[in-house]
């Protein structure tokens, strides 16, 4: 499969190169020169198969031409070590909840799928040049993207996040590993990370100086495995009886993860329509209403995995539907919320279900509750286990919400971090000096 560039303006590229490079030369997003419709055979049996063989049988249609198809099942084995059920949280909303990996996120399986991927290509090169990987992260992304190349042969990570932004645990879950991770912690927002990550892959002596990789949701070996999920989702509200009418709802942040459910869509799953429910972030909200995309400095939320003002993966997005604002607004609505509605969702949900929302997925359930239509029913992603924010969380609450041991033991570990300011040249300096 060859890649090409949302920007036009950069030769088309493998699945290695658009692995390795994250961002096309003119500063474009790699896409899929074809999306594979998978056969009506595989839909009609999907019920009766596992998360692991439905999504061997997605990533082969990705994948399968540019890895050997056994290395390629291993890969999505050793990701996927884990469920990711729908529960039930009233008559017609239901909650796919994608917190059951490593670190508790759903970027873990974007992040472990690349490592292996990665791995996999330096293995076949057979090079011994160290892999690089930048990745800017606004809490969840670092913690995931850590853990899923920590121990990695060959490649060592920097995790770039904003001071005072991330939530302790979130910050315990990246600046705790050692070995191959570098925690930076850069004096800013996170806008600010993603512009460091961003100059850093255009800067020539830099890229001399080392071999540079991202691996933020832009990268398509990140963002395409969460394509995974969607289809695992309609399997089990299949075999409910209600995937009829299905509606998929994706609190969003930069849209990678809303960008692989498309992705699904077009490969011939059958959902109705999506719903990209933000925070007060709502950039992609106007462009919705407007046509019009204009981003803007992100804002500070209750859901900060989500606080950003110019998402990376419009960009796919605009490109998959042509540029056509019609095509994107009827398929995909929006929604957005401001804090207190967050807090009112939580508290509302809580004592009406007894299920507990964390802040970002408060936003993917109350855009169903405001949006389904007769008939429908609703699955949205809960992007976060609550104890992920738990502070915030028993605050809001009024409980104590049990920490799940695999997160403790990454608060028992020694903090370490590498202080930074928001100037590309000192971020420059010191990758030049490493
Ligand atoms: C990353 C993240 C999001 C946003 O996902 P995108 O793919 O960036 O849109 C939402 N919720 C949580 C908890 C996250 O970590």
């Given at each position: 499969?060859?890649?090409?560039?949302?920007?036009?303006?950069?030769?088309?590229?493998?699945?290695?190169?658009?692995?390795?490079?994250?961002?096309?030369?003119?500063?474009?997003?790699?896409?899929?020169?074809?999306?594979?419709?998978?056969?009506?055979?595989?839909?009609?049996?999907?019920?009766?198969?596992?998360?692991?063989?439905?999504?061997?049988?997605?990533?082969?249609?990705?994948?399968?031409?540019?890895?050997?198809?056994?290395?390629?099942?291993?890969?999505?084995?050793?990701?996927?070590?884990?469920?990711?059920?729908?529960?039930?949280?009233?008559?017609?909303?239901?909650?796919?909840?994608?917190?059951?990996?490593?670190?508790?996120?759903?970027?873990?399986?974007?992040?472990?799928?690349?490592?292996?991927?990665?791995?996999?290509?330096?293995?076949?090169?057979?090079?011994?040049?160290l892999v690089n990987v930048l990745v800017a992260t606004?809490?969840?992304?670092?913690?995931?993207?850590?853990?899923?190349?920590?121990?990695?042969?060959?490649?060592?990570?920097?995790?770039?996040?904003?001071?005072?932004?991330?939530?302790?645990?979130?910050?315990?879950?990246?600046?705790?590993?050692?070995?191959?991770?570098?925690?930076?912690?850069?004096?800013?927002?996170?806008?600010?990370?993603?512009?460091?990550?961003?100059?850093?892959?255009?800067?020539?002596?830099?890229?001399?100086?080392?071999?540079?990789?991202?691996?933020?949701?832009?990268?398509?070996?990140?963002?395409?495995?969460?394509?995974?999920?969607?289809?695992?989702?309609?399997?089990?509200?299949?075999?409910?009886?209600?995937?009829?009418?299905?509606?998929?709802?994706?609190?969003?942040?930069?849209?990678?993860?809303?960008?692989?459910?498309?992705?699904?869509?077009?490969?011939?799953?059958?959902?109705?329509?999506?719903?990209?429910?933000?925070?007060?972030?709502?950039?992609?909200?106007?462009?919705?209403?407007?046509?019009?995309?204009?981003?803007?400095?992100?804002?500070?939320?209750?859901?900060n995995a989500m606080d950003v003002g110019d998402p990376?993966?419009?960009?796919?997005?605009?490109?998959?539907?042509?540029?056509?604002?019609?095509?994107?607004?009827?398929?995909?609505?929006?929604?957005?919320?401001?804090?207190?509605?967050?807090?009112?969702?939580?508290?509302?949900?809580?004592?009406?279900?007894?299920?507990?929302?964390?802040?970002?997925?408060?936003?993917?359930?109350?855009?169903?509750?405001?949006?389904?239509?007769?008939?429908?029913?609703?699955?949205?992603?809960?992007?976060?286990?609550?104890?992920?924010?738990?502070?915030?969380?028993?605050?809001?609450?009024?409980?104590?919400?049990?920490?799940?041991?695999?997160?403790?033991?990454?608060?028992?570990?020694?903090?370490?971090?590498?202080?930074?300011?928001?100037?590309?040249?000192?971020?420059?300096?010191?990758?030049?000096?490493?």
């Open positions: 499969m060859k890649y090409y560039s949302t920007n036009g303006n950069a030769p088309v590229a493998d699945l290695h190169k658009a692995v390795v490079k994250g961002l096309a030369e003119d500063r474009g997003l790699y896409m899929p020169q074809q999306i594979k419709h998978l056969p009506k055979a595989f839909f009609d049996n999907i019920h009766d198969m596992e998360f692991q063989d439905i999504a061997y049988n997605v990533a082969s249609a990705f994948f399968g031409e540019d890895i050997d198809l056994d290395a390629l099942q291993d890969i999505v084995y050793d990701t996927l070590r884990f469920d990711c059920p729908v529960v039930e949280v009233s008559d017609s909303i239901y909650a796919l909840e994608l917190f059951h990996g490593p670190t508790l996120a759903f970027k873990d399986v974007g992040a472990r799928f690349m490592a292996r991927l990665l791995q996999y290509f330096i293995r076949m090169e057979g090079k011994s040049d606004s809490g969840d992304t670092g913690s995931a993207v850590a853990n899923g190349f920590l121990g990695v042969e060959g490649i060592h990570v920097y995790v770039l996040y904003p001071k005072g932004k991330v939530s302790p645990i979130q910050e315990c879950q990246f600046t705790t590993l050692g070995q191959n991770i570098t925690a930076v912690e850069v004096d800013g927002v996170f806008d600010d990370c993603q512009r460091l990550v961003k100059s850093a892959f255009m800067d020539d002596e830099l890229n001399k100086h080392m071999k540079l990789t991202s691996a933020n949701s832009i990268n398509v070996a990140r963002f395409l495995p969460q394509a995974f999920y969607y289809f695992n989702a309609y399997a089990r509200m299949k075999a409910l009886g209600k995937a009829g009418e299905l509606v998929v709802c994706v609190p969003s942040g930069n849209f990678g993860n809303i960008c692989a459910a498309l992705f699904g869509h077009e490969m011939g799953l059958p959902v109705k329509r999506f719903i990209a429910a933000n925070n007060a972030n709502d950039v992609f909200y106007n462009y919705l209403q407007t046509g019009q995309y204009e981003p803007k400095p992100s804002v500070q939320t209750l859901a990376s993966n419009f960009a796919r997005i605009y490109d998959l539907y042509k540029g056509s604002h019609e095509r994107i607004s009827s398929l995909i609505s929006g929604a957005t919320y401001t804090d207190d509605q967050i807090r009112q969702t939580m508290r509302q949900c809580y004592e009406a279900t007894g299920y507990v929302l964390d802040p970002h997925g408060a936003c993917g359930y109350q855009a169903l509750a405001d949006g389904l239509q007769e008939g429908e029913v609703g699955v949205f992603c809960e992007t976060a286990h609550p104890a992920k924010f738990k502070e915030k969380v028993d605050d809001i609450l009024g409980i104590d919400v049990e920490i799940p041991e695999r997160l403790a033991a990454f608060m028992r570990g020694e903090k370490q971090s590498v202080p930074m300011t928001k100037e590309f040249g000192d971020f420059k300096q010191y990758l030049l000096q490493q």
